[in-house]
């Protein structure tokens, strides 16, 4: 059976390290605007570029140029089984990314939403440093390390993002309540929205995740 699924997150809320889980156990493509923009940074490209003058004022991505790297990425990839981790982030990004599926006689099969409280959001973001070549994270208090240790993952420097500051999460935790709640009531009105608690282990959440994909029969 086709697989298509939607996770919703704020920042901070684990929403990579659970579109990876879920793809992996279930053998679908994660689809993440961000790391397929930090590729095309670490490229040099223009599309690289232009996602850096975004994000590092703490900004999202207009909607074209998310709809356009999720449409360009699939279509090499394919579309019949993904999870799309940070997009849409805007109800007319999931308009319009129904309207393209739609083309492909193809629909949304499921949406998940991961929900975290801002304190906890601020508390993670403010703790965490990031691989500047593959993205991991890591958090300084409970990975036990510094600015420009090596990656674990892959040996490349960590540091601070540049968005990862108090007043650029301000920003987007703004953001995100005025543009990208609105997608979970798009979809609620459409296949509906599963909520789960982030403060849970990632374990515990990814558990909830897999039996209720299993119990939907959606994979």
Known sequence: MKRRIVLLGPPASGKGTQAELVAHRFGMLHVSTGAILREE?????????????????GLLFPDALALDVVE?????HGWDAFILDGF???????????????????MIDRVFSLCLPDEEIKRRVLDRITCTRCGATFS??????SDGDACRICGARLERRGDDTLAALERRLAQHRQLTD???????????????????????????????????SVV
């Not at 940074?41 to 994000?55: H, V």
């Not at 300084?140 to 390390?145: A, I, K, P």
């Open 41 to 57: 940074r670490n490229r040099g490209t223009d599309l690289g570029k232009e996602a850096a003058r975004w994000t590092s004022q």
């Open 72 to 76: 360009c990425y699939l279509d090499v």
């Open 88 to 106: 849409p982030r805007t109800a007319g990004q999931a308009r319009a990314f129904d309207a393209r599926l739609s083309s492909r006689e193809a």
């Open 140 to 145: 300084r208090g409970l990975d036990e390390v």
């Open 182 to 216: 609105p997608v979970i009531d798009y979809y609620q009105q459409s296949v509906g929205v599963t909520v789960l608690d982030a403060m849970r282990t990632r374990d515990e959440i990814f558990s909830t995740l897999c039996e209720l994909l299993e119990e939907r």
